[in-house]
């Protein structure tokens, strides 16, 4: 099945600097890939998504690459702000469509 | 749209006793998903319906879980006998089935303590 690897597994970086968290995926089928922002208490929610035909999508602050070749994406925050603090997964389909996570990064923003 | 509903939002039960989750998914969301979160072993899927059909439970733990939807719009997830190592926080989640792999939207979970 899908194997999906996560890293780093906590991050820091202080307010306004950029932050980048990064994913490999092992199904060569899998394509569909979303991230996820799970703040403290809260349930998971999407932030941005990226399908296979696509190598780069941005969203504000937000982006995230694709490297179907070398089977990783990429989490890219630009200029952090506190309210970035949070748990970010990352996802990717397998060959049946099934959702696997990754692991998670803790990011922490400090002002 | 209320999203996805759970209940309850706490259980604390003790060990050997029967948990029912519930969950009402978003309508129009033909797909299904129980997932389960803790520090150790992160976010798991257990069980996935499409249709009111359960397409893959290879994520079920053990026998001591089973899951139903007997209709579109209700789920359960039920852990009978409970035993601490079940302590979690489960979540369900719903999605469109049509157009691929979507969005899933998350419930806000279900924080089950076994005692």
């Known amino acids: 099945g899908e194997n999906v690897e996560q890293h780093p597994s906590t991050l820091s970086v202080q307010e306004g600097d950029s932050a980048v968290i990064k994913c490999t995926y092992s199904d060569s089928a899998s394509n569909y890939f979303p991230w996820y922002k799970q703040e403290l208490g809260k349930r998971p929610q999407l932030i941005i998504d990226i399908r296979s035909n696509v190598g780069e999508k941005k969203d504000q602050r937000i982006a995230v690459t694709l490297n179907k070749t070398a089977k990783h994406f990429s989490l890219h925050i630009t200029e952090t702000q506190p309210e970035d603090s949070a748990v970010y997964f990352c996802a990717a389909t397998d060959s049946w469509g099934k959702l696997q996570f990754g692991a998670g990064t803790q990011v922490v923003v400090t002002p | 749209d209320a999203g996805v509903i759970q209940s309850p939002r706490h259980e604390v039960t003790e060990m050997g006793q029967e948990v029912t989750l519930r969950c009402k998914p978003i309508?129009?969301?033909?797909?299904l998903f129980w997932y389960r979160q803790t520090m150790m072993r992160g976010l798991e899927l257990l069980i996935y319906f499409n249709n009111n059909v359960p397409i893959d439970d290879s994520g079920m733990p053990e026998d001591r879980f089973s899951a139903k939807m007997p209709n579109a719009s209700f789920s359960t997830l039920k852990i009978q006998p409970s035993e601490p190592r079940d302590s979690a926080v489960y979540f369900c989640?719903?999605?469109?089935?049509?157009?691929?792999?979507?969005?899933?939207?998350f419930g806000p979970g279900t924080r089950l303590t076994v005692l």
């Open positions: 989640a719903s999605s469109p089935l049509a157009g691929g792999p979507r969005e899933q939207f």
């Open positions: 309508s129009g969301h033909n797909s």
